[in-house]
């Protein structure tokens, strides 16, 4: 029998009817069959991703915003795209981001942003995590960062040399290039045994800093188009350099990173020698973990994880810190009077003994709610569990949902945080309960690896400052370039994955006078 071609004018018929039909069934099925359709939210967001895209990758991060402008109106539980619920309720958040034995699943696009499938970050399902985590979690305690002290503190003194420095020349610091290169300095020291010495360098060499800036800049993008980051990734080496240097020098970073895996696995890299502690993949590879996990495509991508989480979210945090106690005097006064105090009783401050320092300590968690850490959305899907949020009824969360929350709500929550843009560090002492509601690393069993280290640089590196550059020195003192523009530059504006500011830089600038 021979088959007969369809007409072009029928196909032309046929061929947008069927896509209608598609997306007539679609959108009813979005609308009153789908296993979320009960949760409220507006009808757009439920039907297409197209509302978030918009928002975020158009128009810069402003998502957020508009999802905070849904749970005004819808209450704390809200449809946010087809497959997404989002939460505002504070205390539902030790429930989505649980500890122990409860099983948290990520979502396997939210893994795929920033080329690293298969680091811890990225590991989707909860036994993995956990399996990998478990491997790293040791040589991040709180008693490995106690026991390696001495490596942030040589970094915090190069820090404090190149400020003298400053003070000399009295030229600006840029303090966000400054800090960053103080992080990632001690990270990769912490974690390799070596850095690539950015303090040492005239401008901080904020290469690394620049992209991961970048990569944060096409964040939602990716997210909404893993396409975009596959191309990028499959660019020869010499295209890649050609097209952005910047990414030429994080290649040349990703294959030193290499070069240092192949030399453990074969007996020849002798770092861990020369250094008062062994690398992370000493500890990978030594473990009894599957020869998969141990594979070098594997280990590198952890390694960059970890020097990229370890460098961009601490630098910023130290910055809205000192920009903040620069500016308020009586801030600053009452904190160096409590460290002249301390000194006089035990002269040279460790950690340990910063950490007893109540008014820093309130003045360090004021500035972690300000900075944020990261700013995206964290879906997690509790595979085997009904979620329920106190407080509401009818609005059962089936197992598999994505559920979200995210700490830029969280920090800003007017109940919890009366004024939430003011830096008021007298909060954290009036009312110590707020302390289960800072999130900025997270909580739970996938909480951030290094939230130990990075305590441990913002109050070294603070009390550092403040110690060797009073305000009641009688030469120059540290001040900002310009007050105003330093907290327009601070003050969150969208959500870029990490936070982006109102003026789109971070070039906050310190100079002695």
Request: hydrophobic content about 45%; charged content about 20%.
């Amino acid at each position: 029998m021979e088959v007969q071609a369809i007409p072009a004018s029928v196909a032309a018929i046929l061929l947008p009817a069927t896509a209608f039909i598609f997306i007539v069934g679609r959108v009813i099925y979005q609308l009153y069959f789908s296993p979320i359709a009960h949760v409220p939210g507006p009808k757009i967001a439920a039907v297409t991703h197209l509302y978030g895209f918009y928002y975020d990758a158009i128009r810069g991060g402003q998502y957020v915003w508009k999802v905070a402008q849904m749970h005004q109106r819808y209450g704390p539980v809200v449809r946010i795209n087809p497959d997404e619920i989002h939460i505002s309720d504070p205390e539902f958040y030790a429930v989505l981001y649980a500890s122990g034995q409860e099983r948290r699943d990520k979502v396997l696009k939210y893994t795929r942003q920033f080329g690293a499938p298969d680091s811890v970050l990225a590991a989707v399902h909860h036994d993995l995590h956990r399996m990998r985590r478990a491997i790293l979690s040791p040589f991040f305690s709180k008693a490995s960062v106690y026991r390696l002290e001495p490596v942030i503190q040589d970094k915090i003194d190069e820090m404090l040399e190149r400020m003298e420095g400053f003070r000399l020349s009295r030229q600006p610091i840029p303090l966000f290039e400054m800090f960053a290169a103080l992080t990632n300095d001690v990270v990769m020291e912490y974690a390799f045994a070596r850095s690539d010495r950015r303090l040492a360098q005239p401008d901080f060499d904020p290469v690394f800093l620049n992209a991961l800036t970048a990569a944060s800049d096409m964040s939602h993008w990716v997210l909404h188009l893993n396409w975009i980051l596959e191309i990028l990734q499959s660019m020869p080496v010499w295209l890649a350099r050609w097209f952005n240097p910047r990414i030429g020098k994080v290649l040349d970073f990703q294959e030193s990173i290499k070069d240092q895996i192949r030399d453990i696995q074969n007996g020849t890299n002798r770092s861990n020698e020369k250094s008062s502690h062994r690398t992370i993949f000493h500890e990978v590879l030594d473990s009894d973990m599957p020869a998969s996990e141990k594979q070098l495509e594997r280990m590198w991508q952890e390694g960059m994880v970890v020097v990229g989480a370890g460098t961009d979210t601490t630098a910023w945090t130290l910055v809205v810190a000192l920009v903040h106690i620069i500016i308020q005097a009586d801030v600053r006064q009452r904190l160096e009077d409590e460290m002249r105090a301390a000194i006089a009783a035990k002269g040279h401050l460790k950690f340990s003994d910063l950490e007893q320092l109540p008014y820093l300590s309130a003045c360090i968690k004021e500035a972690l709610r300000l900075s944020y850490g990261l700013s995206a959305r964290l879906p997690r899907v509790a595979p085997n569990q009904v979620l329920e949020v106190p407080g509401t009824t009818g609005l059962a969360i089936p197992p598999g949902t994505k559920v979200s929350m995210d700490t830029v709500l969280m920090h800003r929550h007017a109940q919890l945080f009366p004024q939430p843009d003011e830096f008021r560090p007298e909060r954290w002492l009036e009312n110590p309960r707020l302390d289960r509601y800072l999130v900025s690393f997270s909580k739970g069993a996938r909480q951030c690896l290094g939230i130990n280290l990075a305590y441990a640089e913002v109050y070294m590196a603070l009390g550092a400052i403040l110690g060797r550059f009073p305000v009641t020195d009688r030469g120059p003192r540290l001040q900002l370039l310009d007050n105003e523009a330093s907290l327009r530059d601070i003050e969150i504006a969208g959500d870029m994955f990490l936070p982006s500011t109102k003026s789109g830089n971070k070039h906050i600038k310190a100079v002695f006078r």
